[in-house]
């Protein structure tokens, strides 16, 4: 059974920093991409990060700067440190991954508010 045990949201203030962890497990196939996503109340889901299996990332470019990805590929689990977080990061986050077969996995979801 694929599990994505995403953890570390919650309410911070603007300014504030926090860090989510995304461990998968039960998957059968070699993971490529990783990555995170967010989606904000009556808005799209849109890319935050994401980061392959030899490390190169990509970020959306409202976080750049801002947030960083980073991957335990041994684990399995991927990171995302956010920094100087703006209400406007306020969001459920979602742990993606991509398996080099083309499979895709979603984590539950995780809720960020920053808010003062």
């Known amino acids: 059974q694929v599990q994505l045990v995403e953890s570390g949201g919650g309410l911070v203030q603007p300014g504030g920093s926090l860090r989510l962890s995304c461990a998968a497990s039960g998957i059968r196939f070699s993971i490529n991409a990783m990555g995170w996503y967010r989606q904000a109340p009556g808005k799209q889901r849109e890319l935050v990060a994401t980061?392959?299996?030899?490390?190169?990332?990509n970020y959306a470019d409202s976080v750049k700067g801002r947030f960083t990805i980073s991957r335990d590929n041994a684990k399995n689990t991927v990171f995302l440190q956010m920094n100087s977080l703006k209400p406007e990061d306020t969001a459920v986050y979602y742990c993606n991954v991509a398996t080099v077969v083309g499979l895709g996995y979603w984590g539950q979801g995780t809720q960020v508010t920053v808010s003062s």
């Open positions: 980061i392959t299996s030899g490390g190169s990332t």
